[in-house]
Nanobody
């Protein structure tokens, strides 16, 4: 399975963006999916995840109440709706699938830049 993230861009603080992660090669509808981000000089962090078995969604504390992860299995696409963006949300965002017990299939990142 290959993943391709898109939807990044430059916005002002308070704005919104929606990231998309499309799969190709095979369906990922039965995998846990996550969005990660990596800011310059910082480690990559899990931002949001949706767990296939339960449909449960989880979020990192800094984005709770602002970001929403969702999936459309008919389109094999996972989304990350990001509202009320802050400059500290600036990062390269990656989507990933948990295929073999870990998030081990990664897409190319998409850059999100939030200006103050």
């Amino acid at each position: 399975v290959q993943l391709q993230a898109s939807g990044g861009g430059s916005v002002q603080a308070g704005g919104s963006l929606r990231l998309s992660c499309a799969a190709s090669g095979r369906s990922f509808s039965t995998y846990d999916m996550g969005w990660f981000r990596q800011a310059p000089g910082k480690e990559r962090e899990l931002v949001a995840a949706v767990w296939w078995g339960t449909g449960r969604k989880s979020y990192a504390d800094p984005v709770k109440g602002r970001f929403t992860i969702s999936r459309d299995s008919t389109k094999d696409t996972v989304y990350l709706q990001m509202n009320t963006l802050k400059p500290e949300d600036t990062a390269v965002y990656y989507c990933a699938a948990r295929v073999n017990g870990a998030f081990d299939v990664w897409g190319r990142g998409t850059l999100v830049t939030v200006s103050s």
